[in-house]
């Protein structure tokens, strides 16, 4: 839900029935609407240091890849801890 909300946030126009969404190699959303899935699968997705989302807004032909991590709460404490 959170990865379909974000692509309506970001300004696009499309029609939220026709977004499909992709955990790793798992469809999770199909045409706006949740694709069965076992949690199993999606655990394991997300257990790996690289994961990738993929989301398809069924809007035409144009493509965009972004990279992102995950700042872990050790690293914005140890990063805070000093000025520059």
Do not use: M
């Amino acid at each position: 839900g959170r990865i379909a909300a974000a692509a309506g946030q970001s300004g696009v126009r499309f029609d939220q029935k026709n977004i499909s969404i992709w955990i790793g190699p798992h469809l999770v959303v199909k045409n706006g609407a949740r694709a069965p899935v076992r949690q199993t699968l999606l655990d394991r997705a997300f257990a790996k240091h690289d994961i990738s989302i993929r989301v398809d807004l069924a809007a035409g032909q144009a493509a965009a890849t972004a990279y992102t991590c995950d700042l872990s709460t050790k690293y914005v404490e140890l990063n805070s801890a000093y000025s520059t």
